[in-house]
């Protein structure tokens, strides 16, 4: 048996922050889960999110992952536009400028710019 440790004991107050953490980043990654399933079939449009990505619970969602659900786009798809809309990888929905949201939207609804030029 391993001996008592402070601090390690299940029920202290940092135990359980840690276990309602999780729980809300379980939440949130149900929710985008549901979001991107929800962007996929066409019950929400993209420009929707981009425009007001806080209200589809979206706002911390990178650009990169919120492209992957969009129809028609994958890995090598989504750099190329993450590249010609001038957008780091890692770059969060909630902080695109305003120049960027209309950069991926054009390049989303546009199936014209999607070729390579």
Known sequence: MAPFKPGRNPTTPDRAEALRRL?????????????RRRIRAGEVKPRDVLDH???HGAGRMTASTFLLSCPAIRSPARDIFLYRARVP???RLRSLTLRQREALAELIENPNLRRRS
């Open 53 to 55: 990505p806080d209200d």
């Open 23 to 35: 729980d809300k980043a379980r939440q949130v990654r149900a929710a985008w889960a549901e979001l």
């Open 89 to 91: 990888r890692g770059k």
